[in-house]
């Protein structure tokens, strides 16, 4: 049996995320339907790297699934590129150990979010960032997002409806930087919770804006901020 990595791409404004729902178009579906064909018309579940939100887009996203065509790697990767939707790209396929898991064996995730800060929105920036007309104070923004980094019980960092018992998670690291009026959050960690970098994104500017002055700190079991709005602005990265 093989087993094989792939790394793709997707905009995902139009899916209800990565994993596979009853009641709704995602990734997963697409991906798996198109692959199956591709496959001979072998029934093939693919196991991702992490579930993704609503709209959520995906730089690199890793994902495994096993098979016993003899199909080259190169074969997988052209196929499925001629077949799927163009907001979703194959970007390498390789074949890998047996005891690979793209879920398990995941060092982490890196997610991106993004804004823009002009008073007129840009139509060419939509689903890609949030439009945000206040003054942003990048060295307020770069010294208080270091609060996140370490291990900490983010349990008022998620929203209602996650099923997460355990909700402790290492922050790698969070960065913040402003190109004109492109602001970038980039944040790694070795997992998130349902809508955490939403809510990590809108704590921030709670506090940009004066209305949370004090650092987060895990000792409060509870909302520090509002979640961030524009479900369409974030990229994921798998750290591999």
Known sequence: MRNIKVTACYRGTKYHGFQRQNN???IQQIIEDNLSVILGGQKVVIQGCSRTDTGVHALEYCFSFQTEREIPLKGIERGL????PKDISILSCEEVDEDFHARFSCKGKEYIYKLHCSESPNP???DLAYHYRRKFNLALMQEECKAFIGTHDFKAFCSTGSDKDITVRTIYDFTVEQNGTEVIMRVSGDGFLYNM??????????????????RYSCRYNRKQGQRACGKNRTC???LS
């Open 24 to 26: 709704a178009v995602t």
């Open 81 to 84: 590129n001629s077949a799927l």
């Open 124 to 126: 060419f920036m939509q």
């Open 197 to 214: 970098v939403r809510i990590m994104v809108g704590t921030l500017l709670w506090i940009n804006e004066g209305k949370n002055s004090r």
């Open 236 to 238: 994921l990265r798998t």
